[in-house]
């Protein structure tokens, strides 16, 4: 069995990492953590903007991939199995082809609660994931102080 968890590394990762570690014991899956950051500005339209901008994107991508690293080994300490991905791009979209192209079994993940205009507007990655992906989902919900 091999478990998707894709992490945002807000509030409720912890919370999802505990259910991760448990899942994974109880099933003996193998664990596939996923990080997407915000695309490149020229990926969306923008061009790539001043040096100051483009040095605090890689300072923001190096510091996701140090508390990544830091989540896969708590649960390689666990003595679960575990790999690691970081994509950039729209997050709905990179967990759903890591998911199909993986042949994933499980998508654990954490859903943030924001307000109804919020979700009009912006709309939510659970949302998205819940009407197209192609195995079951189990959200653990952000602790009530991370309200949005």
Do not use: N
């Not at 790539?48 to 990544?68: F, I, T, V």
């Not at 998508?107 to 998205?128: C, D, K, N, Q």
């Amino acid at each position: 069995m091999r478990i998707l968890v894709p992490v945002d590394l807000g509030p409720a990762t912890d919370k999802v990492i505990e259910m991760t570690e448990a899942q994974a014991k109880a099933f003996g899956a193998s664990v596939e953590l996923l990080h997407v950051t915000v695309p490149e500005p020229d990926f969306v339209g923008y061009g790539p903007g001043p040096q100051h901008e483009r040095d605090q994107l890689a300072c923001d991508m190096k510091e996701s991939r140090r508390k990544l690293t830091a989540l896969k080994e708590r649960l390689i300490e666990a003595g679960i199995e575990v790999s690691e991905r970081m994509y950039q791009g729209v997050p709905e979209e990179k967990i759903l082809e890591e998911a199909k192209r993986s042949d994933i079994d499980l998508i654990i993940m954490g859903l943030a609660r924001h307000s109804f205009f919020y979700r009009m507007w912006v709309g939510s990655v659970g949302e998205e994931l819940y009407r197209q992906a192609p195995c079951p989902l189990l959200f653990v919900p952000a602790p009530e102080d991370a309200e949005g």
